[in-house]
C-alpha cells in the first residue's frame, strides 16, 4: 500500500510508499499552475490493491481544507479509486489566492477502509503533502462549455464553464433573446426550437467567444405518457436491444443490465403514412423474439391492431418492414414500443420481460401529399397454385385500388384471392389511387395455372458433386433464348415451373444443359406433350452422356393435343441408367422442373387459303359477331374459338355461302385476343385474330 509516485505539472516525485508515513514535500517539491489552464494529475499507488486517492489544495490558503469538490466551491481537486496509476486533471478557477506557496495534500488507503478525508489518518497507506503556486493566466481565455443535454422535452439546461486562462466574468446567450452573466447558468426554453448558443468568457488579458450553431433543440411536445413500463426482472447474458435504425433514426444504446429505456425526447424520426420503412434492431449474441409496437391514436395505450411487427427466433440483426398506417394520428409524436426478449418468452406491449428489455422512441406520422407508387406480390409459387392471393404493396396509401387478372376479371379489394378457371399464363396489372392521384403497374406473364392441377412424380437426389448449373432453349419462334442459370438445388430438386417456355407446334428447338465440373454424366429431358401429368417413353426429348454441355433438338408435335399447358423435366446424373424421370434420392444427381406453353405458330399474319373470310365488328364490344366469306365455297363450317394458348373455348357449326353471312355469338368472352378458326368443305380454312373489348 501506500504513495509511490505524485506528477503534476514540475512534480514528479517517486517515494517508497507505506512505510514512509506521513511525509511533508512541501518546502522542497512544488509547482506553479496557471489558473484557468488544465493539468493532468497521477497518482500512482499498490497495482495489486484498489485505493481510494483524493487531492485537496488549499486555494484560499487559511490552513484549511475544504473537503467539496472544487465545482461546488470546494477545495478537492482530484477524486479516484482503482489501483495502479490513477490519472485526473486538475482546474483552478478564478478567484484562488494566488503569487503565494499554497498546500496541497494527497491522501489515499484501501478501498475496504473509510474513504480518507483531509484530515483523516490513512489505516492502510499514506499522506503526502506538496506546494503549489498559482499564477494569473497570461492569456485570455478559451471559451468552452458543456450541456447537460443538448436535446430536451423540459425546455431546461445545465450549462457547465469549461474555458481555459481563469475568465473571470462569462456572458451566454441562448438564442432565444435572453442572456446570463453567471458562470453555470441552468436556462429554460419556454418555446419549441431549435438554439445557437454562445458564450463570451472574458479576464484581465482579453475574450473570447465560442459559438454552436443550433445546439439545443427543445422539443415541446411528447407521446402521451404510457400506461406501463414493461421492466427486466432477471437481465442475463448480453440479452436485450443496442440499437435501433429506422429512416433516419440511428440510437444506440445500452443492453438489458439497463432495463426499460424511455428515449422518447431524444430518439425521434418522421414517416409518411402508408409507406414501408426497414427496421433493424440490434440484439444480443443469443437469438431473441422481438415485437414493435405503434400507439396509432396517442392514448398510451397499446392494442392488437397496433402491432406492427413481430420476429421470432432471430439472430441480431433483427430485420423487418414497417408499414405505418394511414389510420395513425398525423403531426404529433406516437410512441412507438420495441420489446424483444429470449426465445419463447411471453411477449406484449406491456408484458414484464426477464433477461431482455423495453425501448420507447417517437414516431411523428406525416400524411401523404403523392400519389401511390404502385407494387404487388402473391403468394404464388407453382402451377398448382390456384387460388392466388395477391397482396398490395403500394407506397403513398392508396385508398382505392383496380386488379386485373387477365383472365377477364378484376376486383377493387386491396388483398384479393382469386381463382383462374383455366390453364394459361396470365398477365396481372394494379392501379392504385388516392386523392393525389393513381399509378398502375403491370406484371407480365405472372401468373401460369394448370386446370385442373397436374400432380406430377417426386425426382430429387444428392447434388453436392455436380448440378445443373444453366437451361438454354432456343429456337426461330423465340425472340430471346429462353435461359435459367441456378445453384445446387436443396435435396437435389428445382421447382422453376414459375418460369415459362413457350413453344410453337411444328417448330424446331435447340437445348443445352450445362453444370459447373467437367463430368461425364447423362442428362434427360421430357415434356408432357399429352398433359396427362406422366412423363411417358415417347415424350423424352433427349437423353444425352458428355463431360461437356448436354445439347439436344427436338421439334413440337402438331396434334392438337400438345397445345396447351404443361410441363418440361430435365434429369441430370452421374451414372449411365435407363432415363427414369420419376427416381428419388438418385446419387450424384439433380432435377429441375419448368412450365411450357405450346400453341400454334400465328406469326403475324392471318392464313390465307380462305383469305376472303371477313369478321366484322372487330374489335368487337358485345361479343356479337358477323363472319362473310364472299369468295368460298358454299356449305357448313366449322368455327372454333381459341385462347393464345391454344385452349378450345367455343366450337360451333354456321353455314357461309357468298350470299349469306353467319352471326357468332360470344357474349360470355372474356375481354382479350382470341383465335377464330374457319374450316370448309375439302378442308378449306382461315384463321383470323379477334379482339373481345
Not at 475496504?112 to 503549489?132: K, L, M
Not at 433543440?217 to 429506422?246: D, F, H
Not at 418492414?321 to 419463447?344: E, M, W
Not at 458433386?465 to 429462353?482: E, K, R
Request: proline share 6%; charged share 10%; glycine share 8%.
Amino acid at each position: 500500500m501506500g504513495i509511490f509516485n505524485v506528477t503534476l505539472g514540475s512534480i514528479n516525485n517517486t517515494t517508497p510508499g507505506v512505510q514512509d508515513g506521513f511525509r511533508d514535500y512541501a518546502c522542497s517539491v512544488g509547482t506553479a499552475l496557471t489558473i484557468g489552464q488544465d493539468y493532468p494529475i497521477q497518482v500512482r499507488t499498490n497495482a495489486a490493491a484498489d485505493e481510494n486517492v483524493r487531492v485537496w489544495i488549499d486555494l484560499n490558503n487559511d490552513g484549511q481544507f475544504n473537503p467539496n469538490p472544487v465545482s461546488s466551491g470546494g477545495e478537492l481537486v482530484m477524486s479516484s479509486t482503482g489501483r495502479g496509476t490513477q490519472a485526473g486533471t486538475v482546474r483552478i478557477g478564478a478567484g484562488a489566492t494566488t503569487g503565494v506557496a499554497l498546500r496541497m495534500r494527497v491522501s489515499a488507503d484501501y478501498t475496504n477502509a473509510p474513504v480518507p478525508g483531509p484530515c483523516t489518518t490513512p489505516q492502510y497507506s499514506q499522506v503526502e503533502d506538496y506546494r503549489v503556486t498559482l499564477q494569473s493566466p497570461t492569456q485570455a481565455p478559451t471559451a468552452n462549455f458543456t450541456v447537460d443535454q443538448t436535446v430536451t422535452c423540459s425546455g431546461c439546461v445545465q450549462f457547465t464553464d469549461q474555458s481555459q486562462n481563469g475568465p473571470t466574468s462569462w456572458l451566454w446567450n441562448f438564442g432565444d433573446g435572453t442572456t446570463s452573466t453567471q458562470q453555470n447558468p441552468r436556462h429554460c426554453y419556454t418555446t419549441a426550437g431549435t438554439f445557437t448558443v454562445t458564450l463570451t468568457a472574458t479576464n484581465s488579458v482579453g475574450n473570447n467567444v465560442a459559438t454552436r450553431p443550433n445546439y439545443i433543440t427543445y422539443n415541446s411536445q411528447v407521446p402521451t405518457a404510457a400506461s406501463c413500463a414493461p421492466q427486466t426482472t432477471a437481465y442475463c447474458c448480453g440479452y436485450g436491444i443496442t440499437q435501433v435504425q429506422l429512416g433516419t433514426l440511428t440510437y444506440p444504446s445500452a443492453n438489458g443490465q439497463a432495463g426499460y429505456q424511455d428515449f422518447t425526447c431524444t430518439g425521434r424520426v418522421s414517416l409518411v403514412e402508408g409507406n414501408r420503412y426497414p427496421i433493424s434492431i440490434i440484439t444480443g449474441v443469443n437469438n431473441q423474439d422481438t415485437q414493435v409496437w405503434l400507439d396509432l391514436n396517442n392514448d398510451g395505450q397499446f392494442t392488437s391492431n397496433e402491432l406492427l411487427l413481430t420476429t421470432l427466433n432471430r439472430a441480431s440483426p433483427v430485420t423487418g418492414t414497417l408499414t405505418i398506417p394511414g389510420t395513425a394520428l398525423k403531426n404529433v409524436p406516437l410512441r412507438l414500443r420495441i420489446v424483444s426478449d429470449y426465445v419463447g418468452a411471453t411477449l406484449g406491449a406491456c408484458a414484464a420481460l426477464q433477461f431482455g428489455q423495453a425501448e420507447d422512441y417517437s414516431v411523428t406520422v406525416l400524411p401523404n401529399t403523392q400519389p401511390p407508387v404502385t407494387d404487388f406480390t402473391s403468394d404464388y409459387t407453382t402451377t398448382c397454385s390456384n387460388p392466388v392471393t395477391f397482396s398490395d404493396q403500394s407506397q403513398n396509401a392508396p385508398t382505392g385500388w383496380l386488379w386485373d387478372f387477365g383472365d377477364g376479371t378484376t376486383s377493387t379489394q386491396q388483398n384479393p384471392t382469386h381463382t383462374y378457371a383455366a390453364s394459361g399464363v396470365y398477365t396481372v396489372s394494379l392501379r392504385a389511387s388516392n386523392a393525389y392521384g393513381s399509378t398502375a403497374t403491370t406484371k407480365q406473364a405472372y401468373i401460369a395455372v394448370s386446370v385442373p392441377c397436374l400432380q406430377y412424380c417426386a425426382s430429387t437426389g444428392t447434388n453436392q458433386n455436380a448440378w445443373i448449373s444453366g437451361v438454354v432453349v432456343n429456337g426461330s419462334s423465340l425472340a430471346t433464348p429462353f435461359t435459367n442459370t441456378s445453384a445446387a438445388d436443396a435435396n437435389g430438386y428445382g421447382n422453376y415451373t414459375n418460369r415459362i417456355l413457350e413453344l410453337k407446334t411444328g417448330v424446331n428447338y435447340t437445348i443445352s444443359v450445362a453444370i459447373p465440373v467437367n463430368f461425364t454424366r447423362t442428362t434427360s429431358v421430357w415434356i408432357d406433350y399429352n398433359r396427362n401429368g406422366v412423363f411417358e417413353a415417347a415424350e423424352l426429348l433427349m437423353n444425352s452422356t458428355t463431360a461437356a454441355t448436354a445439347t439436344g433438338t427436338f421439334a413440337v408435335p402438331t396434334l392438337a393435343t400438345t397445345v396447351g399447358f404443361t410441363r418440361m423435366r430435365i434429369v441430370m446424373r452421374l451414372n449411365g441408367n435407363v432415363a427414369n424421370p420419376c427416381v428419388s434420392n438418385q446419387l450424384n444427381a439433380e432435377t429441375e422442373d419448368y412450365s411450357v406453353t405450346i400453341s400454334r405458330p400465328l406469326a403475324t399474319a392471318n392464313s390465307r387459303e380462305l383469305a376472303g373470310l371477313t369478321v366484322y365488328p372487330n374489335p368487337t364490344p358485345d361479343g356479337q359477331l358477323r363472319l362473310q366469306l364472299p369468295a368460298g365455297p358454299a356449305g357448313s363450317y366449322q368455327v372454333t374459338v381459341e385462347n393464345l394458348l391454344g385452349a378450345v373455348l367455343r366450337r360451333s357449326q354456321v353455314r357461309l355461302s357468298p350470299a349469306t353471312d353467319a352471326s357468332l355469338d360470344l357474349p360470355d368472352l372474356a375481354r382479350g385476343v382470341y383465335v377464330l378458326r374457319l374450316v370448309g368443305p375439302g378442308g378449306v380454312q382461315a384463321t383470323r385474330r379477334i379482339v373481345r373489348q
